[in-house]
């Protein structure tokens, strides 16, 4: 049986599916990725995931796709990962060599929202833009049907200029998308928040969660009625309507998709907010056309996009 393989590579686990042609799910594997032990060590973890999923029955491998965090070039080439120790790894490359099949390797997100696209029923819609809110926001750009990747990082739509002037991103510019919408920077709003002695619901979820705040304790406090949780939501699709209307001004897509926790958890209460944002910055006339929807894979959409880009090589 021909079967293709989707990876999805991240800082903790490492996950993957094994299909038919037809996109069936025949197996899956998932190990840790155990990045703090050095490369070597996550090499072959994602060996393991790929050997231990090629013992299917009958298995003939003809494709591999993979997503990882980080710049990835058109080659396969992880020119950084920010949680994985890959530095101008080649690892198309290390995986074309073992395995002798079509390799595809590119940027978690553009992967994921890639696997989201194809997911649900968008034949109508072949110009489709992806934003990915997690610890990060990233985005994906498909145009008429493909994902552009441009050199092989286009979509940062995280690094956006959404304030001039305004609060510092992890990447050392001013005023990014990323710096207000991300599940960081939202942490870090409710923290300064609380230290300044406001009232929230937040002071015991912060304590419940641990080091990192869950999406589900956001929609939990906002469900209350919690002030901050209010503001906090209000402040993310203000920022999130701010670059939406930017990139329909810039691209005019059929549908925008939304994704990543924050947006699994708090669904249509925070897509009507952005698109309500969004109309006081696209032209007049172009936001009509436009489709939202909510991400639907959640942890799967890598492996999926990761199977069809690698399918699209054949």
Known sequence: MKTILGLDIG???ILGILYDENG??????????????????????????????????????????????????????????????FRDFKLGEKLSEKYAVPIYVGNDVNVAMFGEYKHIDRRASKHVLGIFIGTGVGGAIIIDGKLYTGQGSAGEFGHMVVSADGAYCGCGAQGCLEAYASKTAIQKYISKQLNKGRKSMFTELLEEDGAVLKSSSIRKAYDAEDELAKEIVDRLARYLGIAVGNLINLYHPEMIIIGGGITEALGEILLDKIISESRQHAMPGLLGTVNFEVSELADEAGVFGAYHLAKNML
């Open 11 to 13: 800082g903790t686990k």
């Open 24 to 85: 069936k799910e025949l197996a899956r594997e998932k190990k840790k990725t155990k990045a703090n032990e050095g490369l070597d060590v996550v090499i072959n973890q994602i060996y393991k995931v790929i050997d231990n999923l090629l013992e299917f029955e009958n298995s003939e491998l003809i494709a591999l796709g993979a997503g990882v965090p980080g710049l990835v070039d058109d080659e396969g080439t992880i020119a950084f990962s920010p949680n994985i120790p």
